[in-house]
């Protein structure tokens, strides 16, 4: 997930009892899930140990071999098919099992932060994923459904996802669920949450060099353009609404005696939606223009990643997750609401019926992308919190599965997406190395 902004942890967090009993599921009500409880508890050391070495070898966005091989491996030992490599993505996959006509699929992410390590938490993320399905194996014949986990590589910079949606590996999906471990909350309710817009660019501009004493009248300083754009863009901020951010970092280097005639500022901006992105990015992008004509250097703006959208929760899928959470004595307080930051999954939630619940690791306060969340997210407490949500996304799915009003609810959503999105145009193309600024227009 991709933060601007920490969600506030509780001064003093409600630490779970020590001495209580962690419900495992296996004594669910319904004896179906109770058996997929039971499937799960069979594999979960094996979930574990590849969650650990995934946290153990951080890898970033676009360069996650090691973590793809460790899902691949796991899932091919479950009786999956694997396909490897998926979309013209070396560390992205698909593993399949069954084949009824509902397409369900869990999202894993396994991408670091540079220098950081895994301060996203994607270590839980994959784990949970890779458990549900673990745990759904046995009843796939039962349900009429196919199963999928699709490996989706970059989330933290590059839109893995959007690129596997633009070449076809969601097409035919009914729905897709994953999860999103962060500091401690007081509810894990999905129902109502969202998440920010968010674009990425590099702006550069071309002005004419200088001796900077010597002949200073002859040059077109690209460097005072890229000074207007961000005062000018500082100056905006006062008048964006809640919700939106915006920021600028200059990537240039220079002398003082020479004017240079190159300059280059990456930027972003957030928004809660699709409008709401477009305003402030045309906004923006007059900042931009503006360093241009005061200065007459030209411009050229480049998408370095696809944009990430909102998050649309399915309201069908957020209902079975909360009655596995109950399940398993997580609270359910109110939505989770707005969170301040944004993921490609909302890319996937605009086309497919999703789920992508914010959890909250119980006590943690350290804020997401920090040294502090990787430690936490090696803890046994962020173990707890990944093998339930394994149990809720398993048991979210059989119950959309078996239950012939919410099959029928999420297949009408799913049809009902697809139409709406057929016509959205794809994003400018992206490789890898686009993510990190190297790429030029």
């Known amino acids: 997930m991709t933060t601007d902004d920490a969600r506030t942890a509780p001064d003093t967090p409600a630490a779970a009892d020590p001495d209580a009993p962690a419900p495992d599921g296996t004594a669910h009500p319904d004896p179906a899930k109770a058996r997929i409880a039971e499937s ?67 999202c894993v992410e396994y991408d670091a932060l540079p220098e950081i390590g895994h301060g996203c938490g994607h270590n839980i993320i994959a784990g949970a994923s890779l458990g549900a399905a673990l745990a759904l194996a046995e009843a796939v014949p039962e349900l009429d459904l196919t199963l999928q986990v699709i490996g989706t590589p970059a989330e933290e910079h590059g839109g893995g996802k959007q690129l596997l949606i633009e070449r076809g590996a969601f097409e035919g999906v009914h729905l897709s669920l994953m999860t999103h471990a962060m500091g401690h909350t ?16 590099r702006a550069t501009y071309t002005g004419r060099g200088a001796h900077a004493a010597a ?22 901020r006062q008048q964006v609404a809640d919700g939106q951010r915006l920021a600028l970092v200059p990537q240039q280097s220079g002398v003082t005696n020479i004017i240079p005639e190159r300059a280059e500022v990456d930027l972003e901006c957030r928004a809660l939606t699709m409008e709401q992105f477009t305003s402030l990015r045309d906004r923006l992008f007059d900042c931009l223009r503006a360093g ?30 909360n009655e596995g959470m109950e399940v398993l004595g997580r609270p359910l307080t109110g939505s989770l609401g707005v969170m301040a ?8 939630s605009q086309r497919v019926p999703s789920l992508h619940p914010f959890v909250g690791i119980t006590g943690v306060t350290a804020p997401l992308h920090t040294r502090d969340f990787a430690a936490a997210a090696a803890t046994d407490e962020a173990y707890r919190l990944m093998h339930d949500a394994a149990l809720a996304m398993a048991w979210a799915i059989q119950d959309v599965a078996a239950t012939a009003e919410r099959r029928a609810q999420v297949l009408a959503t799913a049809q009902e997406l697809a139409e709406r999105t057929a016509s959205i145009a794809p994003s400018a193309p992206i490789t890898p190395s686009a993510s990190r600024g190297e790429q030029e227009a």
Not at 92 to 106: D, E, I
Not at 301 to 309: G, S
């Open 292 to 321: 241009a004509v005061a200065t007459g250097c030209e411009l050229d703006i480049t998408a370095t990643e696809p944009v990430y959208e909102p998050l649309l929760q399915d309201d069908v899928l957020a209902t079975a997750w």
């Open 40 to 106: 799960y508890r069979a594999r979960r050391e094996d979930v574990l140990a590849v969650a650990r070495a995934i946290h153990a070898d951080p890898e970033i966005a676009f360069e996650e071999h090691r973590a793809h091989d460790r899902c691949c491996e796991l899932l091919e030992g479950a009786g999956f098919t694997v396909e490897r490599g998926i979309a013209e993505l070396p560390t992205a996959f698909r593993a399949t099992l069954g084949s009824g006509s509902l397409v369900a699929s869990l």
């Open 186 to 201: 007081d509810t894990y309710d999905p129902l109502g949450s969202t998440s920010q817009a968010v674009g990425r660019w």
């Open 215 to 236: 002949n200073p009248s002859d040059g077109l300083n690209a460097n005072d353009a890229a000074v207007i754009a961000q005062v000018a863009a500082g100056l905006l």
């Open 341 to 348: 930051g944004s993921t490609d999954m909302g890319n996937v």
